[in-house]
């Protein structure tokens, strides 16, 4: 199945639509697997998960600018605007790939590892600069969610390795 937000037949609000992978007969139950990280189910279904195996930290918001050392390669990439789903080392990995091409360094190293000194800088200041939005997010807020503590825990992991 795939779920997406659609215009509504009013076309002034969106609605999820929820379209199945068969045929489902009226009346026939059907379940939905709720493997998704946690802004996903907020965004589509409206609540969250307080134990959820999937969930990431969400890292939005980057793109490449046309005068970036790396815009002419961007066409690499399977989006100027991409979005992360910052979980574990191979989500790191994307991530610095996708800052390698940002800032025109050279391909991976021998090891095959998008993660090396010429980009652990560029890795390290877009780790630091949402640890410090989330820390300010944070102190705005009178009560910290118990699920909040462990995506600032991973993120700043992140940040001092």
Same mark, same amino acid.
Request: glycine share 4%; aromatic share 6%.
């Given at each position: 199945?795939?779920?997406?937000?659609?215009?509504?037949?009013?076309?002034?609000?969106?609605?999820?639509?929820?379209?199945?992978?068969?045929?489902?007969?009226?009346?026939?139950? /059907?379940?939905?697997?709720?493997?998704?990280? %946690?802004?996903?189910?907020?965004?589509?279904?409206?609540?969250? =998960? *307080? $134990?959820?195996?999937?969930?990431?930290?969400?890292?939005?918001?980057?793109?490449?600018?046309?005068?970036?050392?790396?815009?002419?390669?961007?066409?690499?990439?399977?989006?100027?605007?991409?979005?992360?789903?910052?979980?574990?080392?191979?989500?790191?990995?994307?991530?610095?790939?996708?800052?390698?091409?940002?800032?025109?360094?050279?391909? /991976?190293?021998?090891?095959?590892?998008?993660? %090396?000194?010429?980009?652990?800088?560029?890795?390290?200041?877009? =780790? *630091? $600069?949402?640890?410090?939005?989330?820390?300010?997010?944070?102190?705005?807020?009178?009560?910290?969610?118990?699920?909040?503590?462990?995506?600032?825990?991973?993120?700043?992991?992140?940040?001092?390795?």
């Amino acid at each position: 199945h795939e779920t997406r937000l659609e215009d509504s037949k009013d076309k002034n609000q969106q609605a999820a639509v929820t379209r199945a992978s068969r045929r489902v007969r009226k009346g026939e139950q /059907v379940f939905e697997n709720y493997a998704q990280p %946690n802004y996903l189910l907020f965004t589509y279904h409206g609540f969250l =998960l *307080e $134990e959820n195996n999937n969930d990431c930290a969400l890292l939005d918001g980057l793109f490449i600018h046309h005068n970036d050392p790396g815009a002419k390669s961007a066409h690499r990439l399977r989006s100027p605007t991409p979005a992360f789903c910052i979980r574990d080392l191979a989500s790191i990995e994307e991530l610095a790939h996708f800052l390698r091409i940002k800032h025109g360094l050279s391909s /991976v190293d021998s090891s095959g590892s998008n993660i %090396n000194d010429d980009v652990r800088p560029h890795l390290v200041e877009v =780790l *630091e $600069e949402r640890v410090a939005r989330l820390k300010e997010v944070m102190a705005t807020e009178i009560e910290v969610e118990r699920h909040t503590l462990p995506r600032l825990h991973f993120m700043r992991q992140m940040v001092e390795n």
